[in-house]
């Protein structure tokens, strides 16, 4: 899928795409998808006769070129949300001719206004239609392949440090429904395991925590691989490299942000990388009478993720917002809300970096790039040993966890609760 800009290091397959605008192109067929899994629903509208059809066709790549296939000759343009299913209707549509309109899904909701009347999958693909005709389809970043890819394997990392910390709260809540007290802050180190061997509990309660710590160790192995592979290509990777530069920015959290942000040529301005991330504040403004409300979160999580993870190492004396920090903390605020602003910052900056660097910032990793080559972060020469075995955990109450300065176990630690998943290879958890 291109990003609608073809440049030097981008895919192969990257085309410039133009927005649609009805009257420049006459004779084209508009249509919009409203793309579920046992069918996609199509309104389409032929701007040479005025005829609109509808109908459905199956949810597959096949029935996607058919339909396409149905207007020889003729120029298609295709509105599509930006939802699960995407992908293989851009592909099907562009290997046919026609043009895919990614549209962002919050902000095409959000132009539809209050629902007056039935929401259905007719009115969706007919919604999408009308705002591409009038040139107002709010269109989402479709990346290049191979930050799609990025982008995927980065939103999987995420995932799996969820699941991991949904299983650490059950080990919780299970000590907790049995009256014990005093767990240390991580059950998943040694010291936590052999906590956890000790007690004295149920068979229930032991069947499932040990269930619950093979879960981790195998979420962890699968953990290990993937950053691994994550962090060597934020080491040589250009826009990770010149995001890495900022102070808290490690490699994971710069690879997120450069995929989540992507081609910052699209915005205007670099309040909408705030907004891209769902850190802005919400306003009510009527007259002159204007009410803050609280953070919006309509935007990207892992983004959301990423600055707020950067932006807690403000808190350091080697920071360059340390100053700034320690002002908002002596106005009342607190550590979460102070962190979030730095973390407003910090997407502003890295609007401006990634903008400096032009097409080249999302510029694939080649053979000849070294990873001695990389751009060094002011943290890492402090946090080396750390970044090596980082393993992240998820947000919980105040923001997420940090992870790019993890404590996690040493490699030759063995779990006092043994594990087949932990043992499979004959090492201990990682």
Known sequence: MSDGMASGGRDADAVT????????????????????????????LDTATGEVSRGQ???TPAAVEHWVAGFPGRVVHVAVEACTGWLFVCRALERCGA??????????????????????DRADARWLR???????????????????????????RNTLVSERTGWTQRIRATLY?????????????????????????????????????EIIDLLDAQLSEIEH???????????????????????????????????????????????????????????RHAQLGKLTRQGSAPLRWALYEAAQSACRIGSPDYHDYHALKARGLSHTRASLTIARKLARRSYHILKALGPAALDPVT???????????????????????????HAQR??????????SLHRNDRSTITSPAANTHGRGPR
């Not at 133009?18 to 069918?39: C, N, Y």
């Not at 309109?101 to 209050?114: D, F, Q, Y």
Request: aromatic share 2%; with cysteine; net charge positive.
């Open 367 to 393: 053979p000849d790039h070294r990873s001695d080559k990389a751009h060094p972060s002011p943290m890492r020469s402090q946090h080396a040993a750390s970044s090596r075995s980082a393993r992240g955990t």
């Open 17 to 44: 795409r133009a927005l649609f605008v009805l009257g420049e192109e006459p004779g084209v067929i508009a249509a919009g998808f409203d793309v579920h899994r046992r069918q996609i629903t199509v309104d389409a």
């Open 177 to 213: 429904h049995h009256g014990i007290a005093g767990a240390p802050d991580e059950l998943r180190t040694l010291g936590g395991r052999q906590f956890l061997a000790g007690l004295k509990l149920p068979a229930d309660a032991r069947e499932r925590i040990t269930i619950a710590l």
């Open 130 to 156: 009308q705002l591409l005709c009038d040139g107002r389809l709010p269109e989402a970043w479709a990346p290049p392949e191979h930050v799609r890819q990025w982008r995927t394997r980065a939103r999987l």
């Open 398 to 407: 105040g923001g997420p966890r940090k992870t790019e300065r993890p404590q």
């Open 229 to 287: 592979h994550l962090r060597a290509l934020a080491r040589e990777q250009t826009g990770c490299q010149a995001l890495m530069a900022q102070y808290g920015m490690g490699e994971i959290s710069a690879l997120v942000t450069l995929c989540e942000l992507g081609d910052v040529s699209r915005l205007q301005a670099s309040r909408q990388a705030v907004r891209m991330a769902g850190i802005d504040i919400g306003v009510h403004r009527s007259d």
């Open 99 to 120: 043009v895919a309109h990614l549209a962002e899904p919050v902000e095409t909701s959000a132009l539809r206004g209050r629902k007056r009347r039935a929401k259905t």
């Open 57 to 59: 066709i199956e949810s």
